[in-house]
């Protein structure tokens, strides 16, 4: 029993980081109707900015700020991709843009970041929080998971009480209509990109050092992102956050099993497929054809 | 001089010509009224003059600022307002939030409360589930706040209860009287014409009439022709 | 139709044979290795073109496919199964097809963006499982062996090329019949497929599981070619890698899943010999891939198009031919062909139509007027089977329509045609008319279009004015001789006469076809010349019915179309 609770609590690092990559993805969604492959890849961006300084030498966390800087810039060049060109396309056209994207963006980072071979990655927050149950809980999935529940409040709070939170959600349900008043539509989905760049750069920098970081492993983190994003529907932050987490439970628990320990990273497709059959049950036309 | 110019614009959809070559103008403190037969390009014209398709040809002028070639956002901070058809609220946000989204500085929200009273005990309720009648209120209030100075209205009464359309009508002259520039595209041609001043009709995507409402109210079987076609009138 | 696939399958053998005799006879053994490898890619390509190119879905898992068609030919290498090289490749190909319906199925009903998540998370998934298992065979040093005449890289470049060519040639006989024809028809538009009887989820599912099945073979021949494989040969990265290379090339053409494999292939290989670094590569075919997203014109469609401009332009021909060979008209018995009783739509508090009752009988043309939003268009979703609920009961030569879904209510006879266009730019005539009406001859395939004026059916939709598409809308339902077909606004966006001569023509639809009409239009000189009968819509109910003139002169009917002083004017 205490072993499995064991497993459990080592999955929560990576429970806090998928909830908050897939709260990002369903917020990118809701908010400019991408579903964005590269969301991963944009935080892996800031996160070796990091690394980069660190390695050179610099302070540790005037490079975490350079990082997540450089995540922002990562988010707000490819919004200003999509918005400039795609900004009319249908979903699955802007989808099939941000695959084709990826594959880009990971080339030049194992460029530039030297391949596949693993990095040192400092531990932002070393040591552990507290013990539930006589397991030791690390700082890092406390926080993680802490920023994942403060970024869908933030996130909530933002859209429902400041008025550039009412311009986005008109934006998201019907961009012509608030363009036709005024709102600044391009600036704000820019705006969405650089928020999720950042966050998502802090992200992947407290869940780094637990995997090999090098850029193609963390940019892949966008798989299990977008299995949470999923279950939230692509429309609910808090389900999605909820969906991060069990992921990442679930994934620790089977790591204790020494059989099918290897096998964890098929876990985001077993999921996907569950949400997939129960929740297109009524679904029938697609909307826009 | 006019507020408002079109000068021959032309309109395609999905590669046919909808709108040709047509000329339009709109003066301060009058109300214009653009009617037509379905299908007459009335709402493409709009469309293209909004901006939310491009023009093929042509151009307008607000204030004698060219915007052919700005993007809706720019038309409408210019002061151009469009009332799109089909009653396009924020379904999800509520009433007193659709009315906050395009809300000018030196507007307050309490002036579209004044206008349509309907709209108060309405204020927290998702528009979504507003009436049809409602639901065309807000999006004219919303409208009205941005502090448009020329106004745009595709099927004002569309689906509205007779008494509701008096009323717009009735509100439509006020603002006019107040300085707004306004175009009216109404499928209730007596009843437009009646509070208009300046009379458009669009026959085959082109202009066939410009001239003042009154003479063409008084010819009710040129009315009858535009819209209903009869075996004599040729296209 | 068979004639223009023949003709194409002949290009194809013909070309890839010159191609091929000149790669053997004239280049060095590791170009011609090389050039094996160009082709087998192309096999991917060939299969993610079908999915994503002609069907419009984002597959991300291609070459987990290869994958399971690589290791199912090494496992049968190592037990020593019957039959070959050839044999097992062909198995490998069928062991990819029930993975790619497995996968296929959860996410046919919904966005295409949900295919793209399930696709990649099973290509990281699949990536996982191989990497615990290595390739059979490869710790007691067994490789797949080729057959004797094929040994030789020169033999197993041809062998390659045969294949290829088979593969493109059976592509190109697909595509050309009503299933192809449904792939691009659902990528285009998935509610215009379903109009004409396509199964969507059927059409989907096939692509996807022949998609599988190419893509298992291409795996198969790699493992020939290589003797014994590694897991990053069939690794997630190479399937975006696909992915984008296909976007970029349009790998649903013959001379693009070329193009691709040459890309693939040939790019690294330049960069090599340049000494700079080969990932250079994947950031130009990402920027490949999002130029020809942008554009909406793959590198294959630009080639096509430059060589059109090269080529005299052959002007677009309409279709002549007298009306003795019209398709036969479909006898039915007199009565009742459409019966609408009590129909009432809701969407929230908003009443759409209510209580609508009315029968549009064999063999006449039934007008629907009514001012915009009466709930004309609504109408007409709601008897094809495109609404999810509506009160009230539609039948159709006396068979009740309620629960059947759209594609089956178009089988059973009831067709629609749509206020905008939404045929495939990428049929021919021809083939928009045979996916509308399957089992013509091409004899009435002509007769229908000149009937109407339309081109001649192999003048590409492409090519065909606006205008004339909507004329081939009405073409291809009344083609199908349905009992009842539902035409949305046909004469929208068309001239004075042009709008008269449809009139005219619409008017013979039940004589010459055997169908009934339903006609919702606007322009009244067109339901004058058409219409026997007339019904009027208004705030979603019937407010006048009778014979045209009477109707419109009818001051209520006056009265919604012009206004409450109309009324005091008429009266």
Known sequence: MNSLLTSAVA????????????????????????????????????????????????????????GIAGGTIAGVLIGFVMTTWFAESAASTKAAVTVALLVGLIAIGLRLTGGQHPHVMPDLFPGSAFRLAGVEVTIASALTIGLAVLFTLLADWFLNLTRTGLHLRALSERPMAAELLGVRVKLLSIFVWAVTGSFTAFALMIIAPQRSPNFMTLSLLVVPALAAALVGLFRSFWIALAGGIVLGVVEGLVSGFDGVSQYRGAIPFLVILGVLLWSQRGARWDDAR | MSIFKANSVSVNRAELAIVNDVDLQVERGTISVLLGANGAGKTTLLEGLSGVIRIAGGTIELEGQPLQRARPGARARAGLGYVEQGRTVFRELTTEENLRVGLHDSADISEAYALFPELVQRQDVPAGLLSGGEQQMLVIARALLTRPKVLMIDEMSA????????????????????????????????LALDVGDRAYVMRRGRMVYDGDCKTLLDAPDKLHDFYLGSANTEG | MMHASLRSALTIAVSLAVAGAAIVGLLPPYWVFLATAVLITAVALLSLGLVTGRTGMIALCQMSFAGVGAWTVGYLNVWNAPGGLVAWIVAGGLAAVPLGVAIGLPALRLRGINLAIVTLSFAVAFDTILATITYPGQTAFISVPRPGIVDSDEGYFVFVLIIYALIAICLAFVTRTRLGASWLAVRHSERAAAAHGVSVPMAKLSAFAISAFIAGISGGMLAGYLGTLVSENFSMMQSLLLFAVATMAGAHFVEGAIIGGILIVMFPELLRRLDLPQDIGNVIFAIGATQALSTGETISETFRRLARKLLPARPVAEASASREHLPPPVTRTAGTALAIKGLTVRYGSVVALEDVSFDVPAGTVVGLIGPNGAGKSTFIDAVAGFLDRYGGQVSVEGRPLEGIGAHRRARMGVRRTWQTTRIAPELTVGEYLNLAAGGLSEDQRVAVLAWIGCPSPQVPVAAVDAGTRRLLDVAGVVAARPAVVLLDEPGAGQSYDQALKLGERIAEIPALFGSAVLLVEHDMDLVRAACSQVRVLDFGRIIASGPPDAVLDNPVVKKAYLGHAAESEAA
């Open chain 1, 11 to 66: 999955g929560l690092t990576a429970a806090g980081a998928y909830a908050l990559l897939g709260v990002c993805a369903v917020f990118t969604y809701r908010l400019v109707a991408v579903v964005n492959f590269t969301g991963a890849a944009i935080g892996t961006a800031g996160t070796f900015v990091l690394i980069t300084l660190y390695d050179a030498g610099f302070p540790l966390w005037p490079s975490v700020f350079a």
């Open chain 2, 159 to 190: 689906g509205l209860a007779p008494v509701i359309v008096g009323r717009l009508m009735q509100t439509m002259r006020k603002l006019a009287d107040e300085g707004l520039a306004i175009l009216l595209v109404e499928q209730f041609a007596a």
